[in-house]
C-alpha cells in the first residue's frame, strides 16, 4: 500500500505534573476545517496493559449481527457501548446496543478523566468499545456522522493492545452520505489506496488519536484487515452525544 501520511504541525504540551500521561502530540491538518491529533503516548505502556487485561476480561463483549445495504452479517468486530443516563439512544447499522453504566467499570472512569485532562474543554459522555480478536477482524470504511454527535463532533479514539493501522480517506464528492461499510471487499479497499487524499496513522499501544471539526462530515475512516495482525486490539472512541 502506497498511503501519504500527512505532514504533522507540531505541538508538544509535555504535562510533567502527571505521573501516568506524557501529552506530547501531532496536529495535522486535513484542510478545510477537518485535522487529527494524535498523541502517541497518552498512558505509559504498563498502565495502557493493565487497561488492555480489565477491558478484555471484564467488557460484556458483543458481538452482533448488524445491516449492510441490506444483507445482515456478523459484525467483524465485538463491540460494547457505555454511555451516561438520559442519552437518546444510539443506533447504527440497524443495531441498537445496549448502553451499560460507566458505574460498572470503575478504569473506564479513569481513562475518561485522563482523556478530558489530555484535551481541555472536552466532555465525553458516550463511548463505544471495540475488540479485534487479530488481523480477520476490522472496521470498514464509514463516518461517524450520527445526528445525535451534531455537525462537527469531537471523537478520541484511545488504542490497546495489537497496533493496527487506521486510514483516513477523503469522502467522495457528490455521493449518497456513505454508510457503514462492514462488508466491503478487500479488492475495492486496495484499489483506492494510490488516493492523494488518504492518510494512514499506525495506532500504537496507549495512543490517543482525536478527530474533529468537519472530519466526519468530509472525511472516512477504517481499520482494515490485516494478516500479520496476530493478537488483539481493544479501541475506545468517547463521544459527546447532544
Ligand atoms: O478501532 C478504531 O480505531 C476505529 C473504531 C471506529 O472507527 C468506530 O468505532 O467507529
Request: charged residues 25%; positive net charge.
Amino acid at each position: 500500500m502506497n498511503l501519504n501520511l500527512t505532514t504533522p504541525q507540531n505541538e508538544t504540551n509535555e504535562n510533567p505534573n502527571s505521573p501516568t500521561t506524557k501529552t506530547k502530540s501531532e496536529l495535522f491538518n486535513l484542510g478545510q476545517g477537518s485535522s487529527v491529533l494524535y498523541i502517541p503516548k497518552l498512558l505509559v505502556y504498563e498502565e495502557s496493559w493493565n487497561h488492555f487485561h480489565y477491558f478484555n476480561k471484564h467488557i460484556p463483549w458483543t458481538r452482533p449481527t448488524i445491516k449492510v445495504f441490506g444483507r445482515s452479517l456478523l459484525q467483524p468486530r465485538d463491540t460494547c457501548y457505555v454511555a451516561s443516563e438520559g442519552l437518546p439512544e444510539l443506533v447504527y447499522s440497524g443495531y441498537q446496543p445496549r448502553a451499560y453504566s460507566w458505574d460498572e467499570f470503575p478504569p473506564l472512569k479513569k481513562l475518561l478523566d485522563e482523556v478530558h485532562q489530555a484535551l481541555p474543554g472536552s466532555r465525553f459522555n458516550s463511548l463505544l468499545l471495540n475488540r479485534y480478536k487479530g488481523g480477520n477482524d476490522y472496521v470498514g470504511w464509514h463516518a461517524d456522522d450520527e445526528k445525535l454527535y451534531g455537525p462537527t463532533p469531537e471523537i478520541a479514539s484511545v488504542s490497546f493492545g495489537c497496533e493496527r493501522e487506521f486510514l483516513l480517506k477523503k469522502r467522495p464528492k457528490k455521493t449518497p452520505q456513505a454508510k457503514r461499510l462492514d462488508g466491503e471487499s478487500p479488492s475495492k479497499r486496495v484499489k483506492k489506496s494510490k488516493d492523494p487524499d488518504q492518510h494512514t496513522f499506525m495506532l500504537k499501544h496507549g495512543s490517543l488519536l482525536v478527530m474533529r471539526g468537519y472530519t466526519q462530515r468530509d472525511w472516512l475512516h477504517s481499520v482494515p484487515k490485516r494478516v500479520k495482525a496476530d493478537s488483539i486490539r481493544i479501541n475506545l472512541t468517547f463521544r459527546l452525544v447532544l
